[in-house]
């Protein structure tokens, strides 16, 4: 039986701050142009717009080295933090 701790995440998520743009399909709406931090299975970003769990999102953030390479995918709205931070 493996067991692992309840606060142990599967993958490391890093605080950093990258410049992206992330827009909500259906309009096209501006989400948010920082990431708070980021994971190979997702990325944290301030907004001030109501999202619902679900939405879908077009997502471009630059890589983090000093090449000026940017990537662009979908996402999901996975999870909504009212007034965290």
Known sequence: MLFVPQNQRSSMRHAIKLPCQVVRERDFQLVGD???????EGMLV??????QVGEKL????????????????E???????RGRR
Do not use: M, Y
């Open 34 to 40: 920082r990431t708070l931090d980021l994971s190979p």
């Open 46 to 51: 301030n907004t001030s717009l109501e999202l």
């Open 58 to 73: 077009l997502v471009s953030f630059k890589a983090p080295t000093d090449l000026d390479i940017w990537f662009d995918t």
């Open 75 to 81: 996402g999901t709205v996975a999870r909504v933090e």
